[in-house]
């Protein structure tokens, strides 16, 4: 994932004028914090969303967001007992968690398909297929120990072809005969800036990469012993992602570019417009089961794709990685317009 690094920072919103709205199973605002995997952006909205709002305060939590970045684990965090829920990338990690033993477990999946994209020159492949064709593809360690495999696996795609992403765009831009990886709502808007050109965009997910994709996760333990506090969080988060992509969303942006100040305006509007055109948040499954949704079936899937391309041990326990306890309840689709 390549958006915008730079600054970190917290975000809390004070409940109190909130509490006579409280669940009763939460008497009064439970302080929880959430890390994300990244800087703020408009891929994290939803969350910025509800702690805006007041959707979180409304069912008893007073939510602090704690950013990621390139120093920052926060998923070791969680771990360790420092915050109480944190954003997953895709399922491969909920896989790896389950192989290592790590109690933790996602709750809701934010984005139905994955935005990581391949990028090309255009008119240089008119199918995802005819990437194929290009002798160059830039694809970083993380792409090629993940969904590279599966790329060769089920598209023939070579090693020969893989030449290592740094993150620097000059080389791709140079040469029309190649391609690279990026992601839905940043590497296109800047190949455009820095480039001058539209490039053409090939989204992995429509192509049959079929992971879940920003998760929420939280110890298996917090969903034994708090419940309520789990469901306030998962629905809080899943009617923060409606009204940000489909009602105002002039707060929650305001505290995206507070805690990433090098976040722009254009940026974020891009970001939006991105995942609603290409049904990143809301599509397929959510439009009966509602944001958030995950399927049995559909993680089974991805699960056999990994398995079948090397990446993942067939031995692991797939089913422990997830739980649809608190989702797929049809939770904030009165919201949409």
């Known amino acids: 994932m390549t958006p915008h690094r730079k600054s970190l920072g917290t975000v809390a919103l004070g409940a109190a ?38 959707t979180y305060a409304a069912c008893g939590l007073d939510v602090t967001i704690m950013p990621g970045g390139p120093q920052v684990n926060n998923r070791a965090l969680m771990l360790a007992g420092k915050i109480d829920y944190n ?5 491969l990690e909920a896989f790896s968690a389950v ?16 935005p990581q994209v391949l990028l090309a020159h ?15 593809l830039l694809i970083g360690d993380q792409g090629y120990a993940s969904y590279y495999q599966w790329m060769k696996k089920v598209y023939g795609f070579t090693d020969e072809q893989r030449q290592p992403y740094t993150f620097n765009m000059a080389p791709f831009i140079a040469d029309e005969n190649s391609a690279m990886q990026g992601y839905l709502s940043s590497e296109p808007l800047m190949v455009k800036k820095e480039g001058g050109f539209d490039a053409d965009v090939f ?15 939280t110890m298996a333990d917090t969903i034994k012993t708090k419940p309520e506090q789990v469901q306030c969080f998962v629905d809080g988060t899943i009617k923060g992602w409606y009204t940000y992509l489909y009602g105002d969303n002039t707060a929650a942006n305001a505290m995206i570019k507070k805690d990433n100040p090098d976040m722009t305006d254009e940026q974020i509007a891009f970001g939006i417009s991105k995942m609603k055109e ?9 439009e009966t089961l509602g944001i958030g949704a995950m399927t049995e079936e559909r993680v089974k899937d991805f699960f056999d794709k990994m398995v079948a391309a090397g990446v993942v041990d067939g031995a692991v326990d797939w089913k422990a990685s997830f739980t649809t306890q608190f989702i797929n309840k049809g939770v904030g689709l009165d919201l949409k317009k």
Request: hydrophobic share 40%; aromatic share 8%.
């Open 99 to 114: 192989q290592e033993g790590i109690p933790v477990v996602a709750v809701a999946a934010s984005f139905q398909k994955e």
């Open 278 to 286: 290409m049904g990143i948040v809301d599509s397929g499954d959510t």
């Open 203 to 217: 989204l992995l997910a429509d192509q049959g990469w079929s992971t879940y994709s920003t998760t929420v996760e």
């Open 17 to 54: 004028a909130c509490l006579s709205m409280a669940a009763p199973a939460l008497a009064e605002n439970a302080k929880v914090t959430f890390g994300t995997n990244w800087l703020a952006q408009a891929e994290h909205g939803g969350f910025y969303q509800s702690v805006a709002d007041g």
């Open 87 to 91: 954003m997953g990338g895709n399922m």
């Open 122 to 136: 255009p008119g240089k492949a008119k199918t995802f297929e005819d990437l194929k064709n290009l002798p160059v």
